[in-house]
């Protein structure tokens, strides 16, 4: 799910209608499970991609190693010939400067980002009680009671 499908949910969902407090109540649960099950699916793809980057980095090390053969070069979709020589040391940056490392490096961090706003829904999601609770108390106070 997109960053701003998530955010456009939120827009939607974060409105209390004031006159109808009772079914906001009652609705909190099943937002809850809502952006839960949005929560447990980005970490899930969070996972596939953290393994998908330790792979590649794998493979990286082993082709600047020179210890991967002609078909699992092909399979990798790397160069048979590499065009210079990469020392030992500079083998880590070699690697992290690699276009698709960076490319799900990125990704990486873009599902940091929602996983973290979708745990501050959550958050809000469980405090809704109180907001609701206490505008019940402010309509009480407003009416003399």
Same mark, same amino acid.
């Given at each position: 799910m997109?960053? /701003?499908?998530? /955010?456009?949910e939120w827009a939607k969902d974060v409105v209390l209608d004031p006159l109808r407090?009772?079914?906001e109540s009652l609705?909190?649960?099943?937002l809850h499970?809502?952006?839960w099950n949005i929560l447990v699916n980005e970490k899930l793809v969070m996972l596939k991609l953290k393994n998908k980057l330790e792979n590649r980095e794998y493979i990286l090390e082993q082709f600047f190693n020179k210890t991967l053969t002609?078909? /699992?070069l092909q399979e990798h979709k790397l160069p048979i010939v590499q065009d210079k020589k990469v020392m030992k040391t500079d083998i880590p940056k070699a690697? %992290?400067?690699t276009p698709d490392i960076i490319d799900t490096k990125t990704?990486?961090?873009v599902q940091h980002v929602k996983i973290d706003f979708i745990d501050s829904i959550l958050k809000q999601v469980q405090n809704r009680n109180w907001v609701i609770?206490? %505008?019940?108390e402010w309509r009480k106070f407003e009416n003399g009671a």
């Open positions: 997109m960053l /701003e499908d998530i /955010e456009k407090l009772d079914r609705n909190i649960p099943k499970s809502k952006y002609t078909e /699992e690697i %992290a400067n990704k990486i961090g609770r206490d %505008a019940i």
